[in-house]
Structures are given as structure tokens and as C-alpha cells.
């Protein structure tokens, strides 16, 4: 089974600090996706990332950036962390291909801005 | 602009009954797929069903069923026989050939199962 592990399931930190949120899936998928889910919104893509050192502007990236340095580790960067900021993390994989590869979720991590 | 909408926010079913989740969708590519996850109270998104939009037999897993009407940009969930543990948070996606595989979700249906 794929793996898509996110370093925290909960993370409260202050604003204006700089927040890394981490990624590690197992299963050697070329790509990895950070969405925002907030309740109304649904999920909404923040970058995504087709191989090592690369990456893709989703449909909601100011605020943050990424870095992927390993194919297995995908990182979300928040550079000055804003309450507006506060909501579920998740962080997902696939492999390359058409689009019907299914992408595979990690649990989550809820980070509150205070 | 592709979009992806559900207009049910919140659905509820008897146990041992059929619900039927909605999903619509706007897009201008001929070749793409559509996905329903489930995200339980655990958090972890789970791929229900998918189904490409070449295809015109409409996809099964199980108790799950879609009713793919392309024409009409539809694309609903049809749960037979619910159970407790069909309780969750529905999601419909939709993705298109040279995008890699990026989604583009719905709101999301909150689905209770009363016993």
C-alpha cells in the first residue's frame, strides 16, 4: 500500500512565524500536491510538483512556496505565517501518467495561526 | 475554467437505503476523469470510483454506482444498501489529460447514515 506521511496531525504556531509543513510518501510516485481544504471551499491546490527541484503553481500558492529536494519529500513553506492561513493541510501523490492515476492522501495536518 | 460543484451540502440515508450524491462540472477538454473520494472522520481521503469520460459505461464498485451524464456535465454517486461506515465526507474531482493528474475539487456533501 502507498504510504503518504505528513509530519504533524496538529500544529499551532504564531503569526508572522515562518511554518514548514512536511510531506514523505514510499511508493516512488514522480508527483506530489499540496491542497488547502476549508469547510465550503472543498480542497484547493496550492503547488504541485512533477519531479525533484520542480515545481507547479496550483490555482491558490501566495502565501506559500515548496521545495522538493528528494522525490519522496515534498514540503510546504509558509514564509510569514497569517491567521488567514489557519486551515487543513493535505498532502497527496501519484504516479506520472495520463490523468487517471489516483492520487493517494496523507491524514492531514490542521495548523492554527494564533 | 474548470469547475467542479455540489449543491448538497449535507445528505442523510437509513441504513439499508440508496442516496444519491451530486456533482456537477464546466470544462472545455474532450479527454478527462472524474473521481468521488471519501474523507471520513479519520481524515484520510479514499478513492470511491473513477471513470473517464470516454467511456460511456457508467462506472460500479461494489454498493457504489455513478450516473455519468456527459452531455449534461453530470456526474452523481449512487450509494445502495448505506451502511454506518458510509458515513463521510464526499468529494467529487475531475482532472483532464495534460494536466497532471492535478484535481479539481467540490465543495463537498457531508453524508450522515442514521441506524
Known amino acids: 500500500d502507498v504510504k503518504v506521511t505528513q509530519s504533524s496531525r496538529y500544529l499551532v504556531k504564531r503569526t508572522g512565524e515562518k511554518v514548514f509543513l512536511e510531506c514523505v510518501q514510499d511508493m516512488d510516485h514522480e508527483n506530489m500536491f499540496w491542497y488547502r481544504q476549508d469547510p465550503g471551499l472543498g480542497l484547493r491546490l496550492i503547488y504541485f510538483?512533477?519531479?525533484?527541484?520542480?515545481?507547479e503553481k496550483g490555482d491558490i500558492p501566495e502565501g506559500y512556496s515548496v521545495s522538493r529536494e528528494k522525490k519522496e519529500r515534498f514540503s510546504l513553506i509558509l514564509e510569514s505565517a497569517s491567521t488567514n492561513q489557519t486551515s487543513m493541510y493535505l498532502c497527496?501523490?501519484?504516479?506520472?501518467?495520463?490523468?487517471?492515476?489516483?492520487?493517494?492522501f496523507g491524514d492531514g495536518t490542521r495548523l492554527s495561526i494564533l | 475554467a474548470q469547475t467542479v460543484t455540489q449543491s448538497q451540502p449535507e445528505m442523510s440515508v437509513q441504513e439499508a437505503e440508496t442516496v444519491t450524491l451530486s456533482c456537477t462540472y464546466d470544462?472545455?477538454?474532450?479527454?478527462?476523469?472524474l473521481f468521488w473520494y471519501k474523507q471520513p472522520p479519520s481524515r484520510q481521503m479514499i478513492l470511491v470510483i473513477r471513470q473517464e469520460a470516454y467511456k460511456q459505461q457508467n462506472a460500479t464498485e461494489n454498493r457504489f454506482s455513478v450516473n455519468f451524464q456527459k452531455a449534461a456535465k453530470s456526474f452523481s454517486l449512487k450509494i445502495s444498501d448505506s451502511q454506518l461506515g458510509d458515513a463521510a465526507m464526499y468529494f467529487c474531482?475531475?482532472?483532464?489529460?495534460?494536466?497532471?493528474?492535478?484535481?479539481?475539487f467540490g465543495e463537498g456533501t457531508q453524508l450522515t447514515v442514521n441506524p
Open positions: 474531482a475531475y482532472t483532464w489529460e495534460t494536466s497532471g493528474s492535478r484535481l479539481t
Open positions: 510538483s512533477y519531479d525533484v527541484k520542480m515545481k
Open positions: 470544462t472545455s477538454e474532450s479527454d478527462y476523469y
Open positions: 497527496a501523490s501519484s504516479l506520472k501518467g495520463s490523468g487517471n492515476q489516483p492520487q493517494h
